[in-house]
């Protein structure tokens, strides 16, 4: 049974220390990161999932970006993390899930991600074929999901930092 919070300041180093333990060593340098550098994450869309004993079991985190010449404003997913320990019993999905509304609910329209699609499609994702994310990223990793119809109509091109 997990907590699913918004992500606060004084969770900070239990999330990095999550990052850390759930990816590779200089994750850091991947080209996601340089989308992230000097930009705020949305807070209210970063959570947190604690176990009934305050351990975090997996945490979201979702950064602004935008998009193509028309500079198009949409979300990035990520990173999200569950405990190795935690992995299969549903932390990910129900963080996924939460955070999806909650961006609805704000009026969010357009998500993207880097990650599985076998993984991602069951929460709508697709795989994009308009879309470029800086390099070195493999382009059959990038979705996309509309939380409202139509959101990527015309909108393409490459994902850029926020401005």
Same mark, same amino acid.
């Given at each position: ?36 550098? %000097?930009? @705020?994450?949305?807070?209210? *869309?970063? !959570?947190?999932?604690? +176990?009934?004993?305050?351990? #975090? ?35 990910? %999905?129900? @963080?996924?899930?939460?955070? *999806?509304? !909650?961006?609805?609910? +704000?009026?969010?329209?357009? #998500? ?52």
């Amino acid at each position: 049974m997990y907590e699913i919070k918004q992500e606060k300041k004084d969770d900070w180093w239990d999330v990095e220390s999550l990052l850390d333990l759930s990816f590779a060593p200089g994750r850091e340098a991947l080209s996601s990161y340089r989308l992230r550098d %000097g930009i @705020l994450p949305v807070a209210e *869309l970063c !959570l947190i999932a604690r +176990d009934l004993n305050g351990i #975090i079991g997996g945490s979201i985190r979702f950064w602004p970006i935008q998009i193509g010449s028309k500079k198009a404003k949409a979300l990035l997913l990520g990173p999200i993390a569950v405990h190795p320990t935690r992995q299969g019993e549903g932390v990910g %999905g129900e @963080l996924i899930r939460s955070a *999806l509304e !909650l961006a609805k609910n +704000d009026g969010w329209t357009r #998500i993207v991600l880097i990650g599985d699609e076998i993984y991602y499609q069951k929460f709508g994702f697709k795989k994009s074929g308009f879309l470029s994310f800086p390099p070195p990223t493999n382009p059959d990793r990038l979705l996309y999901l509309e939380l409202k119809s139509g959101a990527f109509k015309g909108v393409n091109g490459q994902i850029q930092k926020f401005e």
